[in-house]
């Protein structure tokens, strides 16, 4: 297994050490409901080493990368960040990213770390006909995730910069915190205000650590990835591999914001057009257990019956304490109201479509 | 590791504790502490038949959905509803919190359970495994 700069931390703090992806990661230290709870009332820390960075610079490179994924790049502006699913040819998806926008010929792709491998030789496949480097630069990058209500106050305490005009998914580069340079973003993946911090990984430990001292009187908990994946479960934030993947497009994922069909030709285009105007077959809604028990991914969702689709995540929601799902369902059962079944372990429980997000994010706008 | 010395034990980590031909069966300290926090209890339901062995109920902690086994044979003739609501009671005190009550078919099948002293080395071999 691969180990972050921030393994040692991990034992020392009792986090309980989990293959992730070949990563070895802390799945909790405290407990989930406890780090779920402490990001959602005051904040956590999170190592998110483990996800990939991906440089793509030259003179093309912001016109690269507008083909390569669905969102509208070109709308983006120096210090900015975007999301974009990055799709196939045929609509499914290849990873859902972060572009960060340095300059028009520097951006700086983060995608996830069961995908990065894949990711880099699809774009660097793509990137042929462009006037553009791509560069596979994870190993120069540690990653830091401080995330809650309480983020920017702890924060604060270790930087001059005035972290209130730092806006949601914007971020400043060479900033110093405790005097280490790092890339200073405000996003995160758990439905809560907060930052994420790249940087050296020689420099990770003396920031982690500082991080944890600072916010030890507002509740800040180191956080591991069950923790990491409840939060975004609740929050309603897609996982690829579950919510999307290369047989679910962004459309029938909800992600149709992201996906902007006017923009000049992209991969995946014509099919994700095609699909518009035909109309989508089946998408993810959510779904709340009326009967209670843990839905979980893989499980059969039926009505009358018949088979009608599959939970992609569902777990105990700690923060509003319901049994939640993320489903893929026929198109006819995806009203709000509509009544369903979910097989849990060889019996059917009584669900219902509900709204997401299940949980409104409180974002810095 | 909490692992009191009067009760008897499964491999599977459930114990048991008798009481007038009736056996009290929980999930040991080693399982709640492995399951994380615990999120749903599926219980048996009131006047089943069970084999000892037989997964008859099952807990769920965030991560995971794991079954308990009976440690005995007999008749479900009691659950701990509490646990419907509070499933969480199991974290804090698993052996306060028994999940079923089994009037025992077979006495005798205790005496082949563990004790603590065997259980406890069970749980190190197990932990060793894991490391």
Redesign the interface.
């Given at each position: 297994m691969k180990k972050t700069p921030l393994y040692e931390k991990h034992i020392s703090l009792g986090g309980r050490i989990v293959d992730f992806l070949g990563w070895a990661l802390p799945?909790?230290y405290s407990?989930?409901?406890?780090e779920h709870l402490a990001v959602r009332n005051a904040a956590g820390l999170f190592d998110v080493s483990h996800m990939g960075e991906i440089e793509v610079k030259g003179k093309e490179a912001l016109n690269f990368i507008n083909y390569i994924v669905t969102n509208d790049v070109s709308r983006l502006v120096p210090g900015k960040i975007m999301y974009s699913p990055m799709c196939y040819e045929h609509g499914g998806v290849v990873d859902d990213i972060l572009i960060y926008m340095h300059d028009e010929s520097n951006l700086l792709l983060v995608v996830n770390a069961g995908n990065k491998d894949k990711d880099y030789q699809w774009i660097l496949d793509k990137s042929k006909d462009f006037d553009v480097n791509v560069l596979d630069m994870s190993d120069s990058y540690a990653q830091i995730a401080l995330q809650g209500p309480k983020a920017e106050g702890i924060l604060q305490k270790l930087t001059d910069i005035p972290l209130g005009d730092l806006k949601f998914y914007a971020f400043k580069d060479e900033v110093l915190v405790d005097g280490v340079k790092v890339l200073l973003s405000r996003t995160g993946y758990t439905g809560e205000d907060g930052f994420e911090l790249y940087l050296s990984p020689s420099d990770a430990v003396h920031v982690w650590d500082k991080l944890l001292e600072a916010g030890k009187e507002e509740g800040l908990l180191p956080a591991g990835l069950?923790a990491r994946d409840?939060l975004r479960f609740e929050a309603s934030l897609p996982l690829y591999g579950q919510e999307l993947s290369e047989e679910i497009t962004p459309l029938e994922a909800g992600l149709g914001f992201f996906v902007k069909l006017d923009k000049e030709d992209f991969i995946g285009k014509s099919s994700l057009l095609e699909q518009k105007e035909k109309g989508l077959k089946r998408k993810i809604v959510g779904l709340e257990m009326i009967e209670?028990?843990?839905p979980?991914h893989g499980y059969e969702v039926r009505s009358q019956g018949k088979a009608i689709g599959t939970i992609t995540s569902g777990?105990?929601a700690?923060y509003l304490e319901k049994?939640l799902a993320l489903a893929l369902l026929d198109i006819d059962f995806t009203e709000v109201g509509q009544e369903v079944y979910v097989d849990i372990?060889g019996r059917d429980r009584l669900a219902e479509v509900v709204e997401t997000p299940f949980y409104k994010r409180r974002y810095k706008r | 590791m909490n692992i009191p010395e009067d009760l008897r034990y499964t491999k599977t980590h459930e114990w048991v504790r008798v009481e007038d031909g009736r056996a009290y069966v929980g999930i040991t300290d080693f399982a709640q502490e492995h399951l994380?926090?615990i999120?749903?209890v599926?219980l048996p339901e009131v006047g089943s038949e069970v084999e000892a062995g037989d997964a008859f109920c099952?807990v769920?902690s965030?991560?995971a959905?794991s079954d308990v086994y009976s440690p005995v044979s007999g008749k479900v003739i009691e659950v701990n509803g509490s646990l419907?609501d509070e499933p969480?009671l199991l974290n804090e005190d698993p052996y306060e919190n028994w999940i079923a009550v089994i009037e025992m078919s077979d006495p005798g099948e205790v005496d082949a359970l563990l004790d603590a002293e065997s259980y406890a080395k069970h749980c190190e071999e197990e932990e060793e495994e894991m490391a």
């Open positions: 799945v909790q407990g989930i409901v406890d069950g409840t209670k028990g843990v979980r777990s105990f700690p049994y372990r | 994380g926090d999120v749903y599926e099952s769920e965030v991560k959905a419907e969480e």
